[in-house]
């Protein structure tokens, strides 16, 4: 190393090099170079030709250029080492912890070199922080709370900041307990009026309605007597809703008058109770209706009901549409892909967008364009009636009276209780306990009750002398004197009276003699004379022109014009009884 007036410290010297250099000659000899950390070496190397030149001692600080040499001011002749600081100790130690972590990895993958040495490590290391943290799981141990005994007030001011009426819906805050300066009231203000909505119930009255709204006895008197004026109490239908509007108590004490009641009585009229100078009032508001039955047509396909359901039809019309057809037709076998329904329904429109769907009022099937059966609701009982079988008389078998099969046929048998061989006047169908039993023709229950070995015994007339007899049942559903459908259900199989098992036993009358049910047809006359049969074909026609989706349009209300009214305010003002 070349001798100079200054000293300086080495800037980038190899890492190899250890501890200071002194500095021989010149000014400041005996002074220290030290060495200074660059890079994370303390040493730089040479590059010498592309590679990095090999040399010891001053072979490299020979090489070093002026600006590699950083001065530094002169140190005193005599250094003392000094010891090293706490802090300077504690980052050297962490330093140490560092690289040995950095070079140990104790936190390895444990997904790679399974069973290796280095994932023995990192396995212990997972343990070690596993226990850890369960040491330093926390405690349940109870809190002991307040112990100091609590007078009144103060018992009543922590009870109201718990968290039991936060629970309860009350609101978050300081909610202190009554003080003695807190004086009850002898009079709590009530509301001047009260909206309410009440529901007519099933099986309500409309008197209880209003006892259970809180309207008082005179005024629901008063209120039922004008509302029955308009329509009868009894039909306002279940579910109609009143908007009731109570006022205050004329005495403290007494039920709430009565200042307004709104509700819907009919389809086609709202009603509203009104007090005035002169006491309760009845308003009526009518409601435009526009009644143009509803007309639908399609072709059959592949089903007659998806069909319908595809044209529009409600399901309880293609279900009474279905039921009308089938006793004239089969629906598997008679209808075919090509043919088309027409079905007409009753149909109700309010100008308020309401819609109503009434009764099956026409079902006609349509062959190649060709009527093939018109089916018209007629008569006050509602019965489908063909409009090809009005002035002849129609002659039809008896249905089958139970879904079952025979067990015994009419004639000579012996008997399998009494065990001798007598007379078996009907046929038996046996079936399971409970089943439904159904009139096999339209006619007048003449007798319902226990008939000796019958049992439970249900019988029939059905005119021209024409009767039948049903026995065994469980449970009779008619009595005497109703008039039933054919098809409608009159008791269930059972095995009573003198029977070894459940089964209908059915029986037939001519002239009050039995005969043979096998093969049993009843002749049923006209349905209508020649006298109602142009109001029938007046009826039918004018089915036949409403056009299909007519009565899908809007409907506008009609505003009538009072007579005599003169000025505008005259017409608008409603009628009051």
Not at 38 to 47: I, S, V
Not at 88 to 103: L, P, Q, Y
Request: aromatic letters at 6%; one cysteine or more.
């Amino acid at each position: 190393m070349p001798e100079g007036p200054c000293v300086g410290r080495w800037n980038a010297l190899d890492s190899a090099a250890i501890g200071t250099v002194p500095v021989v000659g010149g000014v400041g000899q005996g002074a220290w170079l030290r060495p200074r950390k660059r890079d994370g070496h303390l040493f730089k190397a040479l590059e010498h030709g592309g590679e990095i030149a090999a040399g010891e001692g001053g072979g490299h600080a020979a090489a070093l250029s002026h600006a590699q040499v950083v001065p530094e001011p002169a140190a005193p002749e005599s250094v003392v080492p000094q010891k090293p600081r706490l802090q300077d100790r504690i980052a050297g130690w962490k330093r140490d912890v560092e690289h040995w972590c950095d070079r140990v990895e104790i936190a390895p993958d444990l997904a790679c070199d399974i069973g290796s040495r280095r994932w023995l490590r990192g396995m212990a290391t997972l343990l070690g922080l596993s226990v850890a943290a369960c040491a330093f799981w926390p405690d349940f141990a109870m809190v002991e709370a307040a112990t100091t005994p609590l007078v009144t007030r103060e018992r009543d001011e922590f009870r109201s900041q718990t968290i039991a009426p936060l629970g309860l819906g009350a609101d978050a805050g300081r909610h202190m307990g009554a003080s003695p300066l807190v004086r009850p009231l002898g009079s709590v203000p009530e509301r001047p009026s009260v909206e309410l909505v009440a529901t007519l119930g099933q099986g309500d009255s409309f008197a209880r309605m209003l006892e259970r709204v809180g309207v008082g006895d005179d005024d629901a008197t008063r209120i039922g007597a004008l509302v029955g004026q308009a329509v009868p109490l009894d039909q306002i239908e279940p579910g109609t809703q009143f908007d009731v509007t109570l006022g205050g108590r004329p005495v403290p004490g007494a039920p709430r008058a009565l200042t307004a009641m709104n509700f819907r009585a009919r389809f086609d009229m709202d009603l509203s109770i009104q007090r005035g100078g002169a006491g309760l009032s009845l308003v009526r508001h009518p409601i435009h209706v526009d009644e143009t039955p509803l007309r639908i047509r399609g072709t059959v396909g592949s089903s007659l009901y998806r069909s319908a359901r595809n044209a529009g039809a409600p399901i309880a019309a293609i279900q009474a549409y279905l039921q009308a057809i089938d006793k004239y037709v089969s629906l598997e076998s008679d209808i075919r892909a090509n043919d088309a329904f027409d079905i007409v329904v009753a149909y109700k429109r309010s100008a308020k967008g309401e819609r109503q769907v009434g009764n099956l009022l026409y079902a006609g099937l349509e062959h190649e364009g060709k009527p093939r059966l018109q089916l018209l609701r007629w008569g006050q009982d509602g019965d489908m009636v063909a409009a090809g079988s009005l002035a002849e008389s129609t002659s039809t078998a008896a249905g089958m009276p139970v879904a079952g099969h025979m067990t015994s046929p009419y004639g000579m048998r012996r008997h399998p209780i009494l065990g001798y061989v007598r007379m078996h006047a009907g046929i038996d169908f046996g079936a399971a306990y409970g089943s439904p039993i159904y009139a096999v023709a339209d006619g007048v229950v003449s007798f319902s009750g226990r008939h000796g070995g019958h049992g439970n015994y249900v019988r029939i007339e059905h005119g021209g002398g024409l009767g039948t007899g049903y026995g065994h049942m469980s449970r009779i559903a008619v009595s005497a004197g109703t008039r039933v459908r054919a098809g409608q259900v009159i008791g269930y199989v059972g095995s009573s009276g003198l029977s070894t098992g459940p089964h209908l036993h059915f029986e037939a009358y001519r002239g009050g003699q039995t005969i043979n049910p096998a093969g049993l047809r009843f002749v049923s006359a006209p349905r209508i004379d020649g006298k109602e049969k142009n109001a029938f074909d007046a009826r039918l026609k004018a089915l036949l022109t409403v056009q299909p989706g007519e009565a899908l349009g809007s409907v506008a209300p009609v505003t009538a014009t009072p007579m005599g009214a003169e000025r505008e305010i005259d017409r608008l003002e409603p009628k009051t009884l």
